[in-house]
Structures are given as C-alpha cells and as structure tokens.
C-alpha cells in the first residue's frame, strides 16, 4: 500500500497545441471587464482571455441594476472605492469623451424622524469626510416636491406602517449612469490593449491539480501543494497561469466545489419601469440639481426607491427586501407582477399617490450578492486563483476600484493606487480576516 | 389595485384543536439538546418540543465526531465556551455520576519547527490564560513514544513535504468524551424536566408570516411585520410560539428559502477506524497522563490526528481537508476509501511505521460546518427563532455553554451565566456585528 512514487515527478504538462493563457478572466459583468482592463493595462506583453456564458459583454447582473452611483457610505474603504471610481467615470465621460450617462443628480433620502436620528451620527461622519450632504426640512421639501405627501394619512398608510417625512439628505456627488456603457467602454480599452474575449462559453468547473504530479489516483490529495490549471468550459478546457473569478451571483457554484467559501449568497433583486404622462412633472423637478430633475429618490419605508429616467419619461423602482424573501440562484430570475403590486405600489402610491392605477410597463430581475458579514467586496488571491466578487449591490459604483484592487493583487502589490492617486491596501477586502466594519448605508 | 385592507386585522389564529407549543427545537443533536435542557431548566413551565428527523437523539454529526475535547483555543471567547463546558462535563461525571467516558487524557500536537514558531505566541497567550500546558522536546518524545520516527527520512516522506518533529506541546485540561453520552444526559433530565421529543419528524420548512395578517395574496409583503409561526414537517404543521433552529450541517436548507445566511457551509469529514494488534502498544503509552494512554495526537501534516479507544486496541484517524474538497450537504455523506489510502495512511506510517500495511476496520463521514469567517458558533435571535449552529468543529467541546447562551437569549437576558459562574455577553456570536477574533486552533 506503499505510494507508488517511482514515476519521475512532473512539472504540468503544456501541449504545444492548446493555447495557455496568462491570464483567464471568468465572467464579462463589469467587475471582470475593469479587473481585465486594469491587468492588461498594467502587463501588456500578457496574453489575457475573459470568457463569458452570454452572447456579449455585461449581459447578466450588470445591466438589471439601478444604475445609481453614490459615495454615501458609512465604511471608508466603500467611501474610498466609490468616490474614487465615481471620479474615473467622470474623467472617461469628460476628458475621454466617452458618454456613459453618468448624471449626478443626487441621492435623495427621504427620512422619518426615527431614521433620521438613525442617520445623524453617519451623516456627520460622512460630511467630516468630504462627502457632500445637503440637508432638507418639511417646508423645502413641500416646495420642491409639490407632488410629495410628507404626512400620509389613508386608512391603508396606517396598516402598511407608513411614517410621516420629517427631512430629507441629498447626497451630492451621487447619481445616475449606464452600466452597460461603462461596461462598453471597459470592453472597447481592453480590446484595444491587444485583450480577448470569448462569449457563449460557460465555466463549468474550475480544475485543481497537485503542482507535482505523481499520477495516484484521485489526486490532488490532502498532503500535496495545489495549482489552478485552467477551467472547463461547455466547450473545451482552457489553460491559464492565472484565474479570475468575477462571476458574481453565480460565484459560490465555482467555488463550492473545490471548497472555497465565497462568503455571499445571491438574492433576486427585481425592477419595475413605470412611465405615464403624469411622471413627467415629477421627473422635471427643479432645485435639487443642474439637470433639473428629481434625484435618484429613498422612499422611507422598505427601502423603496425610485431612479427617473429622463428621456422616456418613466421611473425604474425597486425595494429591499426584508425577511421572507430566499437566498440562491437561479438561471432564469424572473420578476414577480404581486411584488410590485402588494409590495412596492402601496408604499410608492402613500408618499405619491401621483402614481395611483400604475402598471409597470417594464420589469426584470436579477441578483443582489448579499455579503452580509459586511456587505463589501471580497477581493482575494488563493493560489494562483483570484476573486473579484460580492459587490453586495454596489458593484457598478465601485468597480473602476475594485478592477484596481484585483489587478494590484495579481502583480503581488501590498496596495493598489486608486483613480486620483489614494492608495488602498490589498488586503482589506480578503475572504478572512478582513478589516472592514460593517457598511450601514445599504440601499 | 388598493389593498383590500377592509378586512379586521387579525392576530395569529389559534385553533383549539392543534397544540401551540411554547418553544420548539428543531434538531436533536448535541446542540439541540444543550438547548433544550437549559431552557426548560430555566423555565419550567414551559411546554418544549424538541423535532428530530432521525429515529434517536444524537444520530447525525454528534456521534460521527472524532469525541475529543480541548480548552486550546486562540480566541479568548471559545476557551471561555470551552472550559466551561468541559467543566460542567467532569461535573456530571464526577458529581452526578452520570458516566460521560471523559478522559482527561490530553491534546498532544507533535510540530514541526516552523508550526512551534507560529505556535509560540499563542502558546504564551493561553499560558497566561491559565490553559494548562506541558512542552516536550524530541529526547522527551523519543523516551516516551519510541514508536514514533522523528525525522521520517524515507524516498516518500520527502515527496510527500513531511518534516522533522522539532517539540511537542500538550494540553493537559484535554481529552475524549463519548459524544452520546452527553446528549444522553441532556436527553434524560430534560424528559425529566418535562420536555418533549418526536423523532421520525423532519422539519421541511420554518414558516413566516405577517404578525398581522390582511388576507392579502402573497404576505408576508415587504412592508409587513413578521412572525415566525411554527414549522412544515414531513407529517404536519407545528406551532410554536419560538422556534430554536439547531440543525448543524442543514441549516442553510432550512433558513435560505427565508432569506436568513447562517453564515456556515457543510464540509465532508471522515473518521477511520485503525485496528491492530500492534496498536496495544502504542495505546498503552505512559507519561502523558494518569490514563497512561496516548493522548489525542495530532501529527505535523494536515492535521492527521488519531483518538485512542482504549478498549477496543484501536485508533480513529481523521485529517483536514485542504482546497479540492468540497463544500455542500449530502444526505448520506459517505467516507472515501481513497482519502485513507492515498490521504492519511501515508502521513500517519511516515510517523508510525508502526502502522504499515493497515487497513481501516470501520469509517464514517458526517459533516463539519465551516464558518469561514471566524470559526466560531453563530448564537442570534431574529424575530421569535433563534439560531444555534455553526460549532465548526467543536459542538462537543463548547455545547453546554452553546446551550447556555441560547437559552439566556430565549430570556432576552444580554448574559449568559456559564457553568462555574463565568458571565458572557450574548451579542458576541450575532450573525452580523460579531465581537470574536478569528479562531486559529482549528483541528
């Protein structure tokens, strides 16, 4: 029973004939798009590949989000990525002139007194900070939102627990933007930095082998030292020296497997389009910015808010989900009529009766990666394998940073140098003993 | 579309037909078991259900566990949880002469040079915590054990990454306990105590609802307050005004689908029996302990550890998996004949040569719940369940005061008062906001 060691131990074996890559990027969402771009950016003699399951880029997660931007976090390190990678965008839209729709038009959160107590301490941490917050009482809210019932007093407003407002904060340098276009943007950089991309290719299972193999069966085994080698597609087999998993929702799928806790759960988060003529007036509300519109909009109750879009005249709304609603993934989330009518139109049509008898003309669902140590990312290497995951709702807002974190990883740097010149340190965001206090501003 | 809110708003029905049981405890495992003992003991007139799939108490992980016990711990929190509950067993073996099999007999890590130097700290930490602890140096472990190999110098020892034992280090407040008899215990005093136990009753799903109900499709809604009313078994609903979730390695099945993350993933384990007439030798080992045993042995490579069982002239050997084993529930966790062969037989015989060309007589898997975060237990309360899962490992080392703690949070107490007097703060071992270092003793 003795090993049968008399085999010369081999190095992995390369087959002249399959490409080996570099570097291999699992998932084209915009979290691998910014980490493949920022590696091939920072090493362009390497040969980097992204795959991805869908047809095209940012197909999945990415393009159902919100698409709000907002640096209001009560972490640093979120403040840090967010405000940082809200200030790439900026520059790619302003001084590279590639449009990606970024507006900032606010975050405006509509507090009752009890919330508002809540969010005082935050708020003047925030302000010390940097963060730019204007406050609003009763009166300026009555003024500017004319169409806004401060006080709800229906039957139904009582049953569903509806609160009186009593101010609002506006997070200043917060808004709106196209995901899929800083996605586009990601993808074109890439592409012309000599970067590939194969769509229509699902990983099925990234492959683990001994770093010295010594053909036992069911290797590797407990006692040997571990390499990625590469990952199984629907396809074929892909080599790669190094592996990046950025695959959001579909992350702990991967991982499970070779016995790597991801630390998140995925969530059905779902959107619902609502347009009428009567939008209009609210979408054209001035006083909060330059664009003359209503800010991206926090309902009190449910986390219930409203992201106005201006061009077709309509609102996408969400909310947060409370106890009730599952964890896990599915392939094909889809959004659910009696959630947006038992759940979101009650508490919408209270503070805006303005939207009474709306149908949503439009919905769709997708996956919320709830980290709920933290609600950060996680952004590690294990091996030769890195992950760039867990955006915990946020990944749109700060995945200019978080592709600069992975990449300073990948090249063994102890910090990564932010959008802006503030550096960060690469080791606040791994999958144990992580530094990070807990983010409270969760929308 | 208003909600058709005419209907009276109603409590939560009580039929006169069904019982209403004041606590129900899901899950009859050790920990379930501590549980259940100490709230009933706490509140004696309380009517407590204890619901187990299995046809006994104790038939799932708690008898599939290695049974060793140790106060080793680096966090301050699990040596507290530890001691104590250890403790409270040498009580109802010594003074209530409830016979436990607890042996004292000893945690025994042999190091290597480069594990004593990572170890030192911690060594000095728990000395000054008062851990008792014993070194030996290799004249000490040739002397005592001469059936070890110190320096395992053979082709394979070197293929394999095996290293020279440097010292050894012992924790003398350890040993083995035959895990069924403690849930035995716990068992008998709280039938005495009037609690009650159905077996043969799997818990399918716990049940939500809205605490007041509208008779609206779909509730609980997002808006509503919830309430957890009872559970789905596979025979019927149970109603419980709390419901304590102790279901170890199936937990995730039962609090995904409502949207709680218990923060812990099942892993396979696997214990081997190792049986020879040799082993009589090794077995009867004096020095180490007034048992003149062997103590619980822990070896320098992945964490291959052996438990003496004195009377039967055997071994059980288990080992900690590295990255390639997978996480993830099964029904019927089956243990691998490979994992000992090309596993754990070749570190052990490098060691103890003594035992070549041995096969396992016996073997089982069951599950250990990783909490990758910190390795600590997860004690919380949301709305009226209460969560106690996620011993990592270490259920039997730490379930009296696991049991203790649940039920000072069932009181709504914010301390729990531990065998011997010890106070400790409920809120350490919450599912978020958690106030404990990350474990670094792992066995």
């Known amino acids: 029973m003795k090993l049968d060691i008399d085999v010369a131990v081999r190095g992995n074996e390369l087959s002249g004939m399959e490409k080996h890559w570099d570097v291999l990027v699992v998932g084209a969402g915009i979290i691998g798009l910014s980490t493949a771009y920022h590696i091939k950016k920072d090493n362009s003699d390497l040969s980097v590949l992204m795959v991805d399951r869908n047809a095209a880029a940012a197909q999945a997660d990415t393009r159902k989000t919100m698409g709000g931007i907002r640096d209001t976090f009560s972490s640093e390190t979120n403040r840090l990525l967010a405000k940082s990678s809200i200030e790439f965008y900026q520059h790619v839209q302003n001084e590279l002139h590639f449009n990606l729709n970024l507006q ?4 405006l959160w509509l507090l ?3 919330e508002f107590k809540t969010f005082e301490p935050l708020e003047t941490e ?6 730019r917050l204007r406050t609003y009482d009763r009166k300026d809210l009555a003024s500017l939102i004319p169409e806004l019932v401060l006080d709800p007093k229906t039957k139904q407003s009582n049953l569903i627990g509806i609160e009186n407002i009593y101010k609002a904060l506006q997070g200043l340098d917060c808004g709106i933007v196209s995901p899929e276009l800083i996605a586009k943007f990601y993808e074109e950089e890439f592409k012309k930095q000599g970067g590939e991309l194969q769509f229509n290719t699902e990983v099925k299972s990234l492959c683990l082998e001994a770093k010295n193999k010594l ?6 085994h407990i006692w040997q030292e ?4 590469g990952v199984k597609t629907s396809r074929r087999f892909i080599k790669a020296d190094t592996i990046i998993v950025a695959t959001g929702a579909r992350t702990s799928t991967l991982l499970d497997p070779i016995g790597i806790d991801c630390l998140i759960k995925p969530k059905k988060r779902q959107v619902f389009q609502i347009k009428s003529p009567a939008a209009e007036k609210l979408i054209n509300t001035k006083g909060f910015n330059e664009s003359n519109t209503i800010p991206f909009t926090i309902l009190p109750k449910s986390g219930v808010c409203l992201r106005p879009i201006r061009g077709e005249k309509s609102f996408w709304v969400t909310a947060e989900d409370d106890l009730g609603r599952g964890l896990g993934y599915e392939e094909e989330p889809m959004p659910e009529e009696s959630y ?9 049509t209270e503070y805006f009766p303005y939207f009474a008898n709306i149908h949503p003309a439009n919905s769709w669902a ?3 990666d709830v980290n709920s140590i933290d609600s950060q990312p996680i952004i590690d290497r294990v091996h030769n394998c890195i992950l760039v995951v867990g955006t915990s709702g946020s990944g749109i807002i700060k995945a200019d940073a978080v592709g600069r974190m992975a990449a ?3 090249k063994g740097n102890d910090e990564a140098t932010l959008y802006g010149g503030r550096r960060i340190s690469t080791r606040l965001l791994r999958l144990t003993n992580r530094s990070v206090t807990k983010e409270e501003l969760v929308v």
Do not use: C, H, N, W
């Open 126 to 131: 925030m302000r010390k900070q940097g963060v």
């Open 340 to 348: 947006f009518t038992y759940g979101i139109y009650p508490i919408l």
């Open 112 to 114: 009752t007194e009890r």
């Open 104 to 107: 900032l038009i606010g975050y």
């Open 226 to 229: 571990k390499v990625f080698s």
């Open 215 to 220: 053909d036992l069966p069911g290797e590797p």
């Open 366 to 368: 997708g996956f919320y």
């Open 408 to 410: 300073a990883i990948f």
